[in-house]
């Protein structure tokens, strides 16, 4: 092979494996399907935690999976109530148990969740300038919603990190700017 062809073929491989490179990185997840909200019945849909109800005849997209997970995976942090009437529903699906607002614990967007393969672990949330650790205990459906069972809410997004209010207090956020939040997350 002479240096004209080596540098070709150094050159080639080299763009192929750029061009792989930016397709793990640039890596998405696209919505599967959409589900058509409905009105909750009176009374059953709990807006505590600027919770959101469905709405009649409006479309909500849902997510199979998430983006892929790395040493600061970017997501929102929402805010969500794992205490016995509060607005995350029913009893976390890692323990079937209710958890205190004062314990830091986070339900993930579904494909993070995965399957529960993160159910009792810690995370590592970084956000507002500092880092707190949360226990899993529980799924944010990115599947489904919209029914009894997820208390009339809408899927959630792919990239949520549902808190305690443990967990914003842990990161310093002022109660007023509580309920979304650009952070990053690690397993710890």
Known sequence: ??????????????????????EVQGQSCRPSGRIRGKNPPPGQCN????????????????YKCSPPVSGHTRAHLTLNSFAKGGDGG?????????HSDDTPVVALSTGWFDNMSRCHRNIKIYGNGRSTQ???????????????EHDYQPPCDNDIVDASRAVWEALGVPKDNWGWLDITWSDA
């Open 1 to 22: 092979m002479n240096s004209f062809s080596s540098k070709c073929l150094g050159s080639l491989l080299f763009a192929l494996l750029a061009m792989s490179c930016m």
């Open 90 to 98: 029913g009893p976390s699906e890692c323990d079937n148990h209710y």
């Open 47 to 62: 807006t505590g935690d600027d919770s959101d109800c469905c709405k009649n005849g409006q479309m909500y997209p849902i």
């Open 134 to 148: 949360a226990m899993v205990v529980d799924e944010c459906d990115s599947t489904m919603g919209c029914d009894e």
